[in-house]
């Protein structure tokens, strides 16, 4: 038996990706974002989608600066992430708040990777639309960096443990099953 889902928690049934902290900056302003709404977009060229609420300081910085930075946490930074999720970059310095390193990008001018962050992709804004209450970034990967010992074409997730979320839970991958 199935029940019925409201309407506004029904896009918890599919959206269960990991979770990445989104960095940004324009002029003096510099944020981190918690986002859950990332998508890969196309393989030539490489894009990327993430989905901002309108209202996020983040929104407004991505939009100025035309870039940003998907990095990659692992469980060990949990607390860290979520809260850069809880608390408005408006009313807080959250690289100094949550504890995490910015370091300058290897090509972006503006925005910063989080050393503790086991990956991140450097993007450039190609596209920004506009949907109901959420703004829609289509990013190009210009450059990308992971943990050696921890990437080999794919997550090692015997030695890391992504984190994804549903809707308030946070969990991890527990089991892979090979189908090649």
């Not at 896009?11 to 960095?23: A, D, F, K, P, Q």
């Not at 993430?50 to 600066?65: D, G, P, R, V």
């Not at 989080?114 to 450059?143: A, K, N, P």
């Amino acid at each position: 038996m199935k029940i019925e889902v409201p309407k506004d928690r029904s896009l918890r049934l599919i959206n269960s990706g990991n979770v990445v902290m989104v960095t940004s900056a324009y002029k003096d302003a510099a944020n981190i974002i918690t986002v859950t709404w990332q998508v890969p977009l196309s393989h030539k060229p490489p894009l990327v989608g993430i989905s901002l609420a309108n209202q996020h300081l983040s929104t407004e910085l991505i939009k100025k600066s035309e870039e940003f930075v998907i990095n990659v946490p692992d469980f060990s930074i949990l607390d860290k992430v979520v809260h850069c999720g809880r608390v408005s970059g408006r009313d807080a310095d959250k690289f100094t708040q949550a504890g995490l390193t910015p370091l300058r990008a290897d090509k972006l001018m503006k925005a910063h990777v989080i050393l503790e962050c086991i990956g991140y992709l450097e993007c450039y804004v190609r596209d920004v639309r506009s949907f109901g209450d959420h703004t829609l970034f289509v990013g190009e990967v210009i450059y990308a960096k992971a943990e050696e010992e921890l990437f080999k074409d794919v997550w090692n997730i015997e030695k890391i443990k992504l984190i994804y979320h549903l809707g308030g839970v946070f969990f991890t991958g527990s089991e892979s099953i090979i189908t090649r």
